[in-house]
């Protein structure tokens, strides 16, 4: 059975930068899209990222755009979120799943990103 577990999640100030992981074990993380979900309290969750596998195709929410870098270690079988200039709206949990839009499939625990000064 897939099983993910995301790490790499902290406090970090106003600006920082954090690169989550997502690393798979069960199963090679050979899925079409792999992609990243947040959820902050109160909020629904909402897709950040997502990542085609078979081309490498990247898709990023506006209010990420240009900030955030989704990409993929197929050696490692891990999928990688590196977060630049980090503002407190991005304040969430975080997990990975292999779907991008609706219900997250296969999630995992999440790892939790607090941005505050």
């Known amino acids: 059975q897939l099983h993910l577990v995301e790490s790499g999640g902290g406090l970090v100030q106003p600006g920082g930068s954090l690169t989550l992981s997502c690393a798979a074990s069960g199963f090679t993380l050979d899925y079409p899209t792999i992609g990243w979900f947040r959820q902050a309290p109160g909020k629904d969750h909402e897709g950040v990222s997502c990542?085609?596998?078979?081309?490498?195709?990247?898709l990023y929410i506006d209010s990420v755009k240009g900030r955030f870098t989704i990409s993929r270690d197929s050696a490692k079988n891990t999928v990688y979120l590196h977060m630049d200039n980090l503002k407190s709206e991005d304040t969430a949990l975080y997990y990975c799943?292999?779907?991008?839009?609706?219900?997250?499939?296969?999630r995992g625990q999440g790892t939790q990103v607090t941005v505050s000064s």
């Open positions: 799943a292999t779907s991008c839009i609706g219900t997250p499939r296969n």
């Open positions: 990542l085609f596998t078979n081309d490498g195709k990247t």
